[in-house]
């Protein structure tokens, strides 16, 4: 499309702005979340490349084990910016009032999509097409330039196109349901995905291999490497067809994008939704109490609202796919921990909870001792709606799967999470409020692509820890019971299960009540103009905040990796390995410790705990380190 006189190009407009936004964002979790995901991507990137440099015993064997992993890329990319609703630094509804033709706007967003770590991460995976090209001669490679650049293409327009039209999509229960469905089963498989790889391996490596390996080669994710594997056998219509139909269907997924765009401009983001309608001569099933008109308020919010409704059924969905994807790889040991599961992601995902109210909470502040009633009415909603499902899981899986022994241990471990998420999810969102943005009839999965987004997904990461922290008195307790042998020591933990889940539960939301009453007016103005720089950020000179910026990128930096290295010690590396080190010995999957001998598996497994419990102490004293830094320079 020509560009008229004196009209910026939006490409290179665009291009500009997310390097600018980038370049000044490199800070707080933002960096730290982009470091620890760079770092894993860069690692998954490289190993994808030099999966070229394989012998296979025939070009056809890599042909088909290339277009898989292929696959697999195009489906993280389809999948993985619907999980965060795309990309947060140029939202569509900054430019709904742009005098810009919805083609030249699209044209300017995609150019702008190449920007960032993910599209870097792509190519560098996608150049296992150029490995493999080159070891079948010059030809192939110099074939596998154009191929890899139109794979990359591919996949972000594909990713384009899938966030836009969810964003429609997730304005609807049907909606709803799917995105809450695709992130369970993303976070079920990164929970215990490994254990049905094996299942997946034997069926590609079974007589289904032949059907699978034509499959991927025939879906549009493969005919790149089927083209750099043509120029071999000098099959050049074959060569012209996978190029030009790629370049085709990106050309249509282009198109597809646009027509969207186009029409989401033109309406705008709101939504029409039907007004509430009062249905007269339903019985009344609460009490005519303040405590009841919260409850029931909070009750009504967690099912109608899209984000809490989508919430409690991502939650849902880890839980099951948690227990069931085991099963293909032949390993239901985990199927009676599902409603754990389901209580660990829920507080997690409610960690937001005040924040999901926004200014909403002046209405709690201006009625006089209305603080106390509030909170407990939330925690009993939290409760009355995570409890009975967990419970239900727990003893749906357990029959399912009969282990005896399973028993004391899910009865001292689930009260004490659902006691602990109780008090966490009220207490944590008033620790550091995160409000979210009032956007009626929007994506729900707006929330996350906020300047708070980061600061929430924090908050689900620490509450997600503090829940499994707060179960290890109970547990504690049952290994006790096992080690020696004792059957009253073992069931013990359930009295000591429900003891604890009680008293998180009562201190927990008493220090929220506590911290609501002494703190409302600060978290109302935070709630109502959203998370902002420390006080006193304005007077300091641009050389002390040059040097606080760059020691926060630090320290942020390293705070990032110390979450990961401590997430991946103390849990799966620590606490997994060490039940299934007492529980299943023979399922070593990818625990360290179970490769060693069986007198070193339980060290081995606590010595990864303690190195966990070191890397978050070590955060914190970053954290702390971090704001002694601020008061020095004036925040």
């Known amino acids: 499309m020509p560009n008229p006189a004196g009209v910026p190009n939006p490409a290179a407009v665009l291009t500009g702005m997310k390097l600018a936004v980038l370049r000044r964002s490199m800070s707080g979790p933002r960096a730290a979340s982009l470091i620890a995901g760079g770092v894993c991507g860069a690692l998954a990137a490289v ?51 742009v005098p810009q033709p919805p083609c030249r706007l699209a044209l300017g967003l995609l150019a702008a999509s190449f920007v960032g770590v993910t599209p870097v991460v792509a190519l560098v ?57 695709l992130v369970g089963l993303v976070c079920g498989f ?55 139909g790629l370049l085709a269907l990106c050309g249509l997924l282009f198109a597809a994008w646009t027509a969207l765009l186009a029409r989401q401009l033109v309406r705008g983001t ?17 009490p005519d109490t303040p405590g009841a008109a919260v409850l029931g308020k909070e009750l009504r919010l967690w099912v109608r609202d899209p984000r809490r409704a989508r919430f409690l059924r991502i939650a849902l969905w880890t839980g099951l796919f948690t227990g069931l994807l085991p099963v293909l790889g032949g390993f239901p040991t985990v199927l009676p921990w599902m409603g754990v599961v389901v209580a660990l992601y829920a507080g997690a995902l409610g960690s937001s909870l005040y924040g999901l109210d926004a ?45 005896g022994w399973a028993w004391p241990w899910l ?30 009839g929007g994506n729900p999965l707006d929330g996350f692509s ?30 006790a019971g096992t080690l020696l042998h004792s059957a009253p020591l073992r069931w013990g933990g359930t009295a000591v299960g429900l003891a604890t889940g009680l008293l998180y539960a009562w201190w927990l939301g008493r220090a929220a009540r506590r911290r609501l009453e002494t703190r409302g007016p600060e978290l109302l103005d935070v709630m109502r103009k959203g998370v902002r720089r420390a006080a006193g950020s304005a007077d300091r000179s641009p050389e002390e905040q040059d040097l606080l910026d760059r020691i926060s990128r630090r320290r942020t930096a390293a705070a990032g990796l110390l979450v990961t290295a401590g997430v991946l010690s103390t849990a799966p590396q620590g606490g997994v390995a060490l039940a299934m080190s007492l529980l299943a010995p023979a399922d070593r999957s990818w625990f360290l410790a179970l490769y060693l001998p069986p007198a070193w598996q339980v060290p081995v497994a606590s010595g990864f705990i303690l190195l966990g419990t070191g890397c978050f102490v070590g955060v914190y004293r970053l954290i702390r380190a971090k704001q002694a830094a601020e008061r020095a320079t004036g925040g």
């Open 411 to 440: 009865l001292a471990a689930l009260p004490a999470v659902l006691g602990a998420g109780a008090g966490l999810v009220p207490l944590m969102s008033l620790l550091g409020p995160a409000p979210f943005p009032d956007r009626p």
């Open 450 to 479: 906020d300047e708070s987004g980061d600061q929430v997904r924090m908050q689900s990461l620490a509450v997600l820890l503090l829940q499994l922290f707060a179960a290890l008195p109970a547990t504690g307790v049952v290994l």
């Open 125 to 181: 995976a996608f150049a296992v097409l150029v490995v493999f090209g080159a070891g079948l001669g010059l030809l192939p490679a110099l074939v596998a330039v154009p191929a890899m650049l139109l794979q990359l293409l591919f996949v972000v327009v594909l990713a384009k196109l899938g966030v836009q039209g969810l964003g429609r999509v997730a304005r609807s229960r049907l909606g709803w349901e799917l995105s809450a469905l």
């Open 270 to 286: 709101a939504g029409g939704g039907r007004p509430a309608v009062r249905r007269r001569g339903r019985p009344r099933l609460l």
């Open 47 to 97: 190993g994808t490349a030099l999966l070229g440099l394989v012998d296979f015993p025939v070009p056809e064997a890599g042909v088909g084990t290339i277009a898989l992993v292929l696959l697999v890329w195009t489906v993280g990319w389809a999948v993985g910016p619907t999980l965060t609703g795309g990309d947060p630094t140029l939202r569509l509804s900054y430019f709904a009032l």
């Open 359 to 403: 200014g909403a909470l002046w209405l709690t502040l201006v009625a006089p001792g209305a603080e106390r009633i509030d909170v407990r009415a939330r925690q009993s909603a939290w409760l009355l709606l995570v409890g009975p499902a967990a419970l239900l899981l727990t003893v749906g899986g357990t029959v399912a799967a009969p282990n």
């Open 190 to 244: 990164l929970n215990t995905g490994w254990f049905g790889i094996a299942f997946f391996l034997e069926l590609l490596g079974g007589h289904w291999a032949p059907t699978v390996g034509t499959l991927v080669r025939v879906l549009p994710s493969g005919w790149s490497v089927v083209a750099v594997d043509a120029v071999r056998r000098s099959d050049w219509a074959l060569v012209g067809a996978c190029l030009g």
